[in-house]
């Protein structure tokens, strides 16, 4: 069955430091992996998505990806986080072994002190 | 062009009514998604259509929940005799369905469901 586990609730950085949310998922299948964020009284953004290609991927201001097989994992990072860059980010998980589904994960919610 | 769009952005309704929340989704999308997100929760997956697909409707919490797609594309999320456990944002997504979930999903801005 399918899983994804974001292993921060919250995560606090310093403006100018790396970001690391952490996300491991289950999936019986060859996954697709998102993150998406979600800033305060916005809607869902896609921030980038892993589809079999390359392992690393890049997304939307500054954040990347790395797909870890061995690991089951699916890290988000950036190089140097922004005060823009707090908000809610959430790990997700789509295939179709037994149906489509799509899980997403509990959320971090990321803050960012100036 | 436009994106997704939801109707009403807020509901307040008194336990025990019937709700009827819209999604239009973005033209030409073929997949359609509701997912629900409780208060410091993430997303809960509802249902899912995808073209003339039968749906997959292994997410609604009960009996109570159903959901439709008229003609492909407006789709209706039902609540019958809503409970205070109802009360939540109810999203909905589109995207172009290459049958592999691979996709990106664009998302309304929510219906803000409140069940007194």
């Known amino acids: 069955a399918q899983s994804v586990t974001q292993l921060d609730s919250h995560v606090s950085v310093s403006e100018g430091t790396p970001v690391l949310l952490r996300c491991n998922y289950s999936s019986s299948y060859s996954p697709s992996l998102f993150w998406y964020v979600q800033h305060p009284n916005k809607g869902l953004q896609l921030l980038l998505k892993?589809?079999?290609?390359?392992?690393l991927v890049k997304g939307i201001n500054g954040f990347e990806a790395e797909f870890k097989k061995s690991e089951t994992s699916f890290h988000l990072t950036k190089p140097s986080a922004h005060m823009s860059d707090a908000a809610e980010y959430f790990c997700?998980?789509?295939?179709?072994?037994?149906?489509?589904?799509?899980?997403f994960g509990a959320g971090t919610r990321l803050f960012v002190k100036a | 062009g436009a994106g997704v769009s939801q109707s009403p952005s807020n509901k307040v309704t008194e336990k025990g009514k019937d709700v009827e929340l819209r999604c239009d989704p973005i033209s030409g999308h073929t997949a359609l998604y509701w997912y629900r997100q409780s208060l410091g929760q993430g997303l809960e997956f509802l249902i899912y259509?995808?073209?003339?697909?039968?749906?997959?409707k292994s997410g609604l919490p009960s009996d109570r929940f159903s959901a439709e797609r008229t003609g492909g594309s407006v789709s209706t999320l039902t609540i019958q005799r809503t409970q205070q456990e109802d009360s939540a944002v109810y999203l909905c997504?589109?995207?172009?369905?290459?049958?592999?979930?691979?996709?990106?999903?664009?998302f309304g801005p929510g219906t803000r469901l409140t069940v007194l």
């Open positions: 997700v998980v789509s295939d179709r072994v037994g149906g489509f589904k799509t899980i």
């Open positions: 892993y589809t079999s290609a390359a392992t």
């Open positions: 997504a589109s995207s172009l369905d290459d049958g592999r979930g691979y996709n990106e999903q664009f």
């Open positions: 259509f995808q073209g003339n697909s039968a749906p997959d």
